[in-house]
C-alpha cells in the first residue's frame, strides 16, 4: 500500500479532484492510466470507476479480515447464552478425561506418540508474549511424559523462543509452524542414532521474513497497543492489546506489507495475524515429518495424539483424521469448527490428562 494523490476526472463537469488514497501498490502498478508508475506522494490519474473500484475491492477484504480477526477469539460470556451449543458441541467432542478409558483402549499395542502445541495448551494466554511461561507442575509432568512417550512441542513459535520456555532437551521441537524443526539434545531413548533430526522447509525465506518484520513494526508503530514478533520463519503481528476500532486500520496495514510480498501468506491464531511463506508446510506436514523421523512412516502401530488450542493446530487434526490415525484434542471452552476428536478446557486439564497418561503407563 502507497499513499498516493488520485486524481478523479469527473467527464461531466471536467473538474479535476484530488484524493489522497491508500492504494495497493499491485493495483497502483495495474491502474495508473495516464502517467508513469508513481512514487509515494506523487500523482497517477484515474477513472472515478476504477477509484472505486480500488477502495471497493481493498474494502470488502480488509472487512473480511477484520470480521475473521473477531472470530480469532470467541469473547466469554458471562450468563451463559452459549450453554446449549455448548452441551451439543461437547457430545460432538467429549472431553478427553472423561473418555480417558477409551482413549487408552484405542491405543492397544501400540506406541503413542505425543505432540504438544505451546501457548494456550501448555501455557495460559496472556497479554504480553514473552511472559507466557509454562508452570513447574507442567514442566515437571512434560519431563514425565517424554519418559514414556516420544514427545514433539509443536509451535508458532520461533523455535528457540519455545526453547527458552520448555527448558527439556529430550524433547522434540518444531518452530515456526513447524517449519524449523529439531530433535532432542540429549537423553530421549528416541532419538535415532547420533544424528539429531534438523529440518527447516522454509531457510530460504529467512531474510524476506526478516525484512517484512521490519517493514511490519515501522508500518504499525503509531497503532498503540500491537506488538510484532520475529517468529524467525514467520512473523506475528498481535491485536489483543489493540482497540477494536483500530483493528480495520490495522489489518490494512498489514495487507499493505503482505502485497509487496506475494511468496507471503496469512494465517490467523488467537488476536493474531501470522504472516508465512506460501510454502505447502504447517503443523501437520511437521507431525508427519516427525512420524517419519522416529520410523512410524508406514506403521499401523503408531498412536499419535496432538493437542493444541489454536486455528494452526487444525492442520494437524487434519492429517490424523485424514490417516485415521491416534487422534486430536482441542483446547477449548467454546464450541469451535475443529478436526479434533476431543475437548480439554483449559492448560490445567492438558496437565491432568498427561499426568493420567503417565500414571496409566508407569
Ligand atoms: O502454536 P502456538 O505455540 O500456540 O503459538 C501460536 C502463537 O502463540 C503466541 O501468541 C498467543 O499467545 C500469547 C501469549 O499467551 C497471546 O498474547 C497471543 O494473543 C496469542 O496469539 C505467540 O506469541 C505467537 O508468536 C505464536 O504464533
Known amino acids: 500500500m502507497t499513499q498516493q494523490n488520485v486524481v478523479v476526472s469527473d467527464p461531466k463537469s471536467g473538474i479535476n479532484l484530488t484524493i489522497p488514497v ?16 508513481p512514487g509515494p506522494g506523487s ?38 447464552p452459549l450453554s446449549d451449543d455448548l452441551n451439543s458441541w461437547m457430545v460432538q467432542h467429549p472431553s478427553a478425561l472423561d473418555m480417558f478409558e477409551q482413549i487408552i483402549s484405542a491405543s492397544k499395542g501400540k506406541q503413542i506418540v505425543m505432540f504438544l502445541d505451546y501457548d494456550g495448551t501448555l501455557s495460559p494466554i496472556v497479554e504480553d508474549p514473552d511472559q507466557a511461561f509454562m508452570s513447574d507442575a507442567m514442566r ?10 516420544p514427545t514433539a512441542i509443536v509451535s508458532g513459535r520461533c523455535r528457540d523462543k519455545v526453547y527458552s520456555f520448555v527448558r527439556l532437551a529430550e524433547l522434540y521441537y518444531a518452530g515456526s509452524h513447524g517449519m524449523d524443526i529439531k530433535g532432542p539434545s540429549k537423553g530421549s531413548k528416541y532419538k535415532k542414532g547420533a544424528q539429531t533430526v534438523l529440518f527447516q522447509a522454509a531457510s ?31 512473523a506475528s503481528v498481535h491485536f489483543r492489546c489493540v482497540d477494536e476500532k483500530k483493528w480495520g486500520e490495522l489489518a490494512q496495514e498489514v495487507r499493505s506489507v503482505l502485497n509487496e510480498y506475494p511468496k507471503l501468506r496469512l494465517t490467523q491464531g488467537r ?25 512410524y512412516a508406514n506403521c499401523t502401530d503408531v498412536f499419535p ?12 487434526f487434519k492429517v490424523l483424521s485424514e490417516r485415521d490415525q491416534g487422534f486430536g484434542i482441542l483446547v477449548s471452552k467454546t464450541p469451535k469448527d475443529t478436526h479434533a476428536s476431543y475437548s480439554l478446557q483449559e492448560p490445567s486439564e492438558v496437565m491432568m490428562f498427561l499426568r493420567r497418561l503417565v500414571e496409566w503407563k508407569k
Open 204 to 234: 530460504e525465506f529467512l531474510p524476506m521474513i526478516d525484512e517484512v518484520y521490519k517493514a511490519l513494526v515501522d508500518i504499525t508503530k503509531s497503532t498503540e497497543g500491537v506488538r510484532v514478533e520475529n517468529n524467525k520463519f514467520c
Open 305 to 316: 495424539v496432538y493437542i493444541g488450542d489454536d486455528r494452526t493446530d487444525e492442520d494437524a
Open 43 to 80: 500523482c497517477i490519474t484515474v477513472s472515478r470507476k476504477t477509484l472505486l473500484e480500488i477502495n471497493g475491492h481493498n474494502s470488502a477484504r480488509i472487512n473480511s479480515w477484520v470480521e475473521s480477526m473477531r472470530a480469532s477469539s470467541p469473547t466469554h460470556h458471562k450468563s451463559t
Open 22 to 37: 491508500k492504494v495497493p501498490v499491485s493495483m497502483s502498478v495495474t491502474t495508473a492510466t495516464q502517467k508513469p508508475t
Open 271 to 295: 488476536k493474531v495475524l501470522e504472516i508465512r511463506p506460501i510454502i505447502k508446510w504447517d503443523k501437520g506436514k511437521a507431525l508427519e515429518f516427525l512420524l517419519e523421523s522416529l520410523g
Open 140 to 149: 515437571a509432568t512434560v519431563r514425565k511424559l517424554a519418559r514414556y512417550f
